[in-house]
């Protein structure tokens, strides 16, 4: 790979941004730290592209949304993908736009998405990366264009980002069991370690569980990793359990499909021995083979403000106020968690 900023900047221990300044010889630098740029650039042979150096005063009228996922193989198939991209593309033609899709598979490493984002020359990014770490995506702060996260968050009060509101999605779900008589209730949690949003609603789980003075055995929490394989191996280990849970959370739609099957095949009725909810609302959710209660998130109007937010900073940056929004989920309830009759 070629050397780039990013290397420039980790090498000198500065911000991208302060390279950028003495690449473009502004002031505001100071010797020393100056000194430490232009040896860093020597030493590692930098050569700056200047296409992306001109985006400092010119713009191109183009946007990157880049998708960085865990892993080999990114589905854009997945209903996930294409209603991000819809409600993108609306924004981006209205507002008379061009729009790159990047896709990143099997990249963790915040310095090389960095290096392949940056290669291309736009006036923004929307990041779609829940897979990257609270430390690591701050670092994007010092992106040479804006940035604007889509379905991650960060503390961080200077980083613009709109996500679902997983917390409150979650303890809807685990009031919704419990006010339907539910007093032992598992999870399939998704990869709580690389995923924010896995880790979100986990620790959500838990604290709603707690709120509610319920127990939760170390055996009624199972790994998945949001695919339906791993549904389906997460509910054997819950069956297989002497004293097994009467509901079961997955924190994805897929794992729970997982689940469903595996308790049809021991016999089990989903929604009457054992009630069963998922996360997303995928179309399958609300098919007659899973009638699935799900929470449904609004990935068009996610999308939607993410673009429209990027677009904002991209016009206004000396007037920006960084944005921190998380759009309402909705709890569709349908007969897997006992429910008489489908209500949405």
């Known amino acids: 790979m070629p ?23 502004k002031a505001r630098v100071n010797q020393e730290t100056r000194q430490k740029i232009e040896q860093a650039i020597e030493e590692l042979d930098y050569r700056p592209n200047q296409i992306a ?7 191109v009228n183009l946007i990157q949304v880049c998708f960085s996922w865990s892993s080999v193989k990114i589905n854009l198939e997945n209903p996930w993908y294409m209603d991000l991209l819809t409600g993108i593309n609306d924004v981006v033609q209205e507002r008379k736009y061009g729009l790159l899709i990047n896709t990143i598979s099997g990249v963790y490493d915040p310095k090389e998405v960095y290096r392949r984002v940056s290669k291309n020359a736009v006036d923004g990014v929307l990041l779609v990366s829940p897979y990257l770490k609270e430390e690591e995506l701050t670092q994007i702060k010092d992106y040479p264009v804006p940035v604007v996260l889509i379905g991650c968050r960060v503390e961080d009060p200077l980083l613009d980002y709109v996500d679902s509101d997983n917390a409150k999605a979650v303890a809807e779900v685990v009031d919704h069991l419990v006010k339907k008589g539910h007093k032992k209730i598992a999870c399939i949690t998704g990869e709580v370690e690389i ?29 998945g990793d949001f695919g339906r394989g791993s549904g389906e191996e997460a509910m054997k280990k819950i069956l297989a359990l002497k004293n097994r849970p009467t509901a079961v959370f997955a924190c994805n739609d897929q794992m729970a499909m997982g689940a469903w099957d595996v308790m049809e095949e021991a016999g089990l ?3 009457k021995d054992i009630a069963l909810v998922g996360f997303d609302d995928v179309a399958q959710a609300s098919e007659q083979s899973y009638p699935l209660t799900t929470v449904r998130q609004d990935y ?8 429209q937010t990027l677009i904002d900073k991209i016009q206004n940056p000396d007037n920006w106020r960084p944005k921190h929004v998380l759009i309402p989920t909705q709890l569709v309830v349908r007969k897997s968690c006992g429910a008489k009759k489908k209500t949405a």
């Open 300 to 307: 068009g109007a996610i999308s939607r403000l993410a673009t």
């Open 195 to 223: 995923s924010q949003n896995a880790a979100d609603r986990f620790r959500e789980f838990r604290k709603a569980v707690a709120r509610h003075s319920l127990p939760l055995p170390e055996n009624y929490v199972v790994g």
């Open 269 to 271: 009725k989903v929604g």
């Open 53 to 59: 150096r001109g985006l400092v005063v010119h713009k």
């Open 3 to 25: 050397t780039t900023i990013y290397d420039v900047a980790y090498k000198a221990g500065v911000s991208i941004s302060t390279v950028s300044r003495v690449l473009n010889n």
